[in-house]
């Protein structure tokens, strides 16, 4: 039973373009999402978040775009760089006693950058 | 600034060995957590502390034991190896001050054969 997906497994996208990545959640009870980019044999590094009062959040070159409705959200880089050439991991977390912040991950999506 | 330290890297081990897995921030954060990826899957969450002295269970706590003795070191240990613990395990701390994101070690590849 998953309840973030990444649907996604690999999006190639060419420089300069706009990348869009996507990720559906089943848990209405998700209240913050948080995307991580992960380099080969690195830790996950956070990248942007949202929570659920919000529908839109930006940050350069990075938004990221909640619809609570259709429990879905999407990253979009604009313009796309060969140094976001990664692994992107969608990640969600449900209300929690001492906000503790579980973080339950999606599948991961490699977008690969082309000059 | 160091950030989250791992060690070690990667390790081998036989089946029904024991080992721990080292984690340490420096962050002064109150909040620590440790997950475990499988080839082409997301992260899965192990155990989690709240701060020294708490731990609580994840998603996937069996085959593992925690401890929080300092705010500073988080260790994760495998009792009895199994096949299925064969993973890359990332330990993370975040502060405790509204919704701040996780920050992320390097991980530590563990085989066990």
């Known amino acids: 039973d998953q309840q973030v997906k990444q649907n996604s497994p690999s999006l190639s996208v060419q420089e300069g373009r706009i990348s869009i990545l996507n990720c559906d959640y089943t848990?209405?009870?998700?209240?913050?999402f948080l995307w991580y980019k992960k380099y080969p044999a690195e830790g996950p590094t956070f990248l942007i978040s949202?929570?659920?009062?919000?529908d839109k959040n930006e940050d350069g070159r990075f938004t990221v775009f909640l619809n609570k409705s259709a429990k879905h959200l999407s990253l979009h880089i604009v313009p796309s760089q060969p140094g976001d050439s990664a692994v992107y991991f969608c990640?969600?977390?449900?209300?929690?006693?001492?906000?503790?912040?579980?973080?339950?991950f999606g599948q991961g999506t490699r977008l690969t950058i082309n000059p | 600034n160091a950030g989250v330290t791992q060690t070690p890297k990667f390790r081998i081990l036989k089946i029904g060995q024991s080992m721990t897995l080292q984690c340490t921030q420096d962050?002064?954060?109150?909040?620590m957590y440790w997950y475990r990826q499988d080839p082409g899957m997301g992260l899965k969450l192990i155990y989690y502390?709240?701060?020294?002295?708490?731990?609580d269970k994840g998603e996937v706590p069996n085959g593992y034991n925690v401890s929080r003795s300092t705010t500073e070191d988080f260790p994760l240990r495998l009792e009895l190896a199994a096949p299925s613990q064969t993973s890359v395990y990332f330990c993370?701390?975040?502060?405790?001050?509204?919704?701040?994101?996780?920050?992320f070690g390097d991980g530590t590849r563990l085989s066990i054969l």
């Open positions: 990640a969600a977390s449900p209300r929690g006693i001492q906000g503790a912040q579980k973080l339950v």
């Open positions: 993370a701390s975040r502060n405790n001050v509204g919704n701040q994101p996780q920050h």
């Open positions: 502390s709240v701060g020294a002295g708490i731990t």
């Open positions: 848990n209405s009870m998700f209240d913050y």
């Open positions: 962050m002064n954060h109150n909040y």
């Open positions: 949202i929570s659920s009062i919000k």
